[in-house]
């Protein structure tokens, strides 16, 4: 679990994150989203330390990450896995080279164990036998698996994915976030997700927190953003009138005022 109590972060005399506390939950997909400047990007680097906020606290399972020394914070960065927007794989290193550099950085495991551990995690991502491709030979959503492979082959208790969809199309989108969901459970692991894409805020939001110019502005469900009136997150959600149906027709769905059973043929004619 990781906790974020009232941080606050700007840059000059511009704020940026304004008072912001928020539980990120285990073995959960917790989504940030948000419109372009509203903070998300920032909020993420205070939470994995790469800003330190000017105020407030951070606590990894109990443990304040804001006021660690640099020992401290190293032990908590070992258990975190990051998938960076675009993947950021190293383009003159094969894939299991890619997958292997953290294993380098972090273990003084035998290039046996390596190997092992990268098949293991080549194997969860379904990507047996491309080992020794290059990520120019291979499709975005393959690098994107790519990517997750690499940040899961520590076994990481907390994993960070900043627009884990970018760049795909929306079928691949849903398989990489069918995969993220898949291993935040079998693993029980902290996932923190900023990402833009509708579909993954319906499909894997198991929380989702809303940040708008800086503050928290709403936060809950998957079930309960359909519901929600938050005036700001549904202009933001339901952009289009075509969303803005949707969501009165999965409304209605829901409080069970349209029988999803009716033939549809009946009603047009
Ligand atoms: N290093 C920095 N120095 C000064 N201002 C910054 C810095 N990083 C971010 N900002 C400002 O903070 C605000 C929030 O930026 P942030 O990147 O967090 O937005 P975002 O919600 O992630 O946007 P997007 O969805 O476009 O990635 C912006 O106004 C940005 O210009």
Known sequence: MIEVKHIKKGFGDK?????????????KCN?????????????????????RPDSGSILYDGEDFTNMDAAGKKEIRKKIGMLFQ???????????KNIQFPLDMF?????????????????????????????????????????????????????FCDEPNSGLDPQTSLVID??????????????VINTHDMNSVMEIGDKIIYMYKGDKEWEGNNKEIIFSKNQRLNEFIFASDFLRDAKDMRMLEQTGKIDNDRNMEDLIR
């Open 15 to 27: 704020i940026v994150i304004n008072d912001v506390s928020a539980v990120m939950d285990d073995g």
């Open 31 to 51: 989504l940030i989203i948000g419109a372009s400047g509203s903070g998300k990007t920032v909020f993420m680097k205070c939470l994995v330390g790469l800003f």
């Open 86 to 96: 675009g993947s950021a794989l190293f383009d003159s290193l094969t894939v299991e």
């Open 107 to 159: 273990t003084n495991w035998t290039l046996a164990e390596k190997r092992k551990r990268v098949d293991e995690v080549l194997d969860r991502v379904e990507l047996r036998d491309a080992n020794k491709k290059f990520p120019a030979e291979i499709s975005g959503g393959m690098k994107k698996r790519v990517g997750i492979a690499r940040a899961i082959v520590l076994n990481p208790k907390y994993l």
């Open 178 to 191: 069918k995969l993220i969901k898949e291993l935040t459970q079998e693993f029980n692991i902290t996932t």
